[in-house]
């Protein structure tokens, strides 16, 4: 699928308007949810194509964040064979006690996933416990960049951060779309 496609279906699929308050504290008139786009098998399996094409060469692990993060995750590492974990926002204090299930990060490459990002506060903190966890972080890749605040928070942290599309992208695939 053409990416100017996909940024209407995703903007169709799952752009809300109303009152909405973000994992930032911020409120925002404009909302995407995520869940609405990757519990839909066909809109997924067309984010994951082109988002393949932007994971850095030598990523070992994709690291899908609780909970967005993980479906995305999931169908990136169906596409590339890459293996995935799946990171807990704090590890559980039960069983195992692990903060990443599934694929072992330890001393691996490691491409965080995620859905949207705002601020990337939540990332910022991912990013320290898998650090912490011998995990060699250097990437994040998502969906929707949703304000430069996120990229300018990640980078300063000396992480790559990749971005399928910006949320003015999507506004405007919308914008384009109803003119035709």
Do not use: W
């Amino acid at each position: 699928m053409e990416r100017k496609l996909l940024a209407k279906q995703i903007y169709e699929t799952a752009h809300l308007t109303g009152s909405f308050k973000l994992r930032s504290g911020k409120e925002s008139n404009d909302y995407f949810d995520k869940y609405l786009f990757e519990s839909n098998p066909g809109l997924l399996s067309e984010i994951a194509e082109h988002l393949s094409e932007l994971i850095p060469s030598g990523t070992e692990v994709l690291a899908g964040l609780e909970m967005g993060g993980i479906p995305v995750a999931t169908a990136l590492s169906l596409k590339t064979g890459i293996p995935a974990a799946f990171v807990r926002k704090k590890a559980k204090e039960y069983g195992t006690c692990k903060l990443a299930e599934g694929f072992e990060v330890e001393g691996k490459t490691v491409c965080i996933i995620e859905d949207v990002v705002t601020t990337g506060g939540q990332i910022l903190l991912s990013v320290t416990d898998l650090r912490n966890a011998g995990a060699k972080v250097v990437s994040v890749l998502c969906v929707i960049e949703r304000e430069q605040q996120g990229r300018n928070n990640l980078e300063s942290d000396g992480l790559n951060f990749y971005s399928l599309f910006k949320m003015e992208e999507l506004l405007e695939a919308s914008a384009t779309s109803n003119l035709t």
